[in-house]
């Protein structure tokens, strides 16, 4: 397949990109390097099959060549990036979005939205199934990124009924693994940087707020199923087994060896308290479901960390 991907030098396109190019495939990366990282894609730049194009997606494209699949990874996704960059942020999830499936609508190509569980914003209903409208505050600090996905989704949606694109949209939940920046601001780099430090460990509240983490190559292979089907609505996809960022925290030190100290601080506002998918639509249409356990994911995250986050 001929495959144009936004966002392809960042924490997940890039591993798209490089299991697109181990199969065979050839891969346009779009990304204008906001929060992406040339290294995550210098093992690919010498491929014949694979094209890097800098540009920011919010503006118009061109593509000469003609594509099968658009796949719109591109966006700020950690508190701190889509903060530091709020109207980035929007004009991604909404130009960048209208763009990404122009383009697919010109060429004929199917689409995939990389949308989010922060759609469902601070829930009222725990595990979230898709059929869960969400509780988020527009106005607040994360709705940047919360209105921004879920826009994205009913753009897609818009041109699916009205231009008939094949599309295609992935909520996914907490995803980690090598290649994850240390200032990306998220937990699982946070305490694993801190850990191999020897700096306390940072907890906002008092840790009992959930997550659900999914192993990187999970994900991927979760999204190359998603292609390769034809469903259209929205669909999770994350590993269902729900962590407290405490019980997180305490397995990091285990795995590390850290003798680093807790410490607490004021939960940010809008934080959401619990975060764990329904992954049972996935499991039906799919047939997909997550495999790598957190202790087995954070093993080998930690050892990438440890490596100075070159690529093992």
């Given at each position: 397949?001929?495959?144009?991907?936004?966002?392809?030098?960042?924490?997940?396109?890039?591993?798209?990109?490089?299991?697109?190019?181990?199969?065979?495939?050839?891969?346009?990366?779009?990304?204008?390097?906001?929060t992406g990282i040339e290294a995550n894609i210098r093992s690919l730049l010498d491929?014949?099959?694979?094209?890097?194009?800098?540009?920011?997606?919010?503006?118009?494209?061109?593509?000469?060549?003609?594509?099968?699949?658009?796949?719109?990874?591109?966006s700020p996704a950690s508190p701190p990036d889509y903060l530091k960059y709020p109207i980035q942020t929007m004009k991604v999830g909404s130009l960048g979005t209208h763009n990404a499936l122009g383009i697919a609508k010109a060429k004929g190509a199917k689409f995939l939205l990389a949308s989010t569980s922060e759609?469902?914003?601070?829930?009222?209903?725990?595990?979230?199934?898709?059929?869960?409208?969400?509780?988020?505050?527009?106005?607040?600090?994360?709705?940047v990124y919360d209105e921004a996905k879920r826009f994205a989704e009913a753009l897609t949606?818009?041109?699916?009924?009205?231009?008939?694109?094949?599309?295609?949209?992935?909520?996914?939940?907490?995803?980690?693994?090598?290649?994850?920046?240390?200032?990306?601001?998220?937990?699982?780099?946070?305490?694993?940087?801190?850990?191999?430090?020897?700096?306390?460990?940072?907890?906002?509240?008092?840790?009992?707020?959930?997550?659900?983490?999914?192993?990187?190559?999970?994900?991927?292979?979760?999204?190359?199923?998603?292609m390769g089907t034809a469903f259209h609505e929205s669909v999770n996809l994350g590993n269902p087994q729900e962590k407290s960022l405490l019980e997180?925290?305490?397995?990091?030190?285990?795995?590390?060896?850290?003798?680093?100290?807790?410490?607490?601080?004021?939960?940010p506002v809008d934080d959401p308290k619990v975060r764990c998918p329904d992954t049972r639509l996935a499991s039906k249409e799919l047939g997909w479901e997550a495999k790598v356990s957190l202790e087995e994911g954070l093993s080998k995250t930690i050892e990438w960390f440890r490596a100075g986050g070159s690529g093992l």
């Open positions: 397949m001929r495959i144009l991907i936004t966002g392809g030098a960042g924490f997940i396109g890039s591993h798209l990109c490089e299991q697109f190019i181990r199969d065979g495939h050839r891969v346009l990366c779009v990304d204008n390097f906001i491929q014949p099959s694979f094209l890097l194009i800098r540009h920011d997606i919010s503006r118009p494209l061109e593509v000469a060549e003609p594509l099968d699949f658009v796949l719109h990874f591109a759609v469902y914003g601070d829930p009222q209903v725990n595990p979230q199934p898709e059929s869960y409208w969400g509780h988020v505050n527009p106005v607040g600090p994360r709705g949606m818009a041109y699916h009924r009205e231009h008939q694109v094949d599309t295609r949209i992935a909520r996914i939940f907490n995803t980690y693994g090598p290649r994850l920046r240390k200032e990306d601001g998220r937990a699982i780099p946070n305490f694993i940087t801190q850990a191999l430090q020897g700096k306390p460990i940072t907890l906002f509240g008092d840790g009992s707020q959930t997550r659900s983490f999914c192993y990187i190559s999970d994900l991927v292979e979760g999204l190359l199923k998603l997180l925290a305490m397995t990091i030190l285990r795995l590390t060896g850290s003798s680093s100290p807790l410490v607490y601080r004021p939960l």
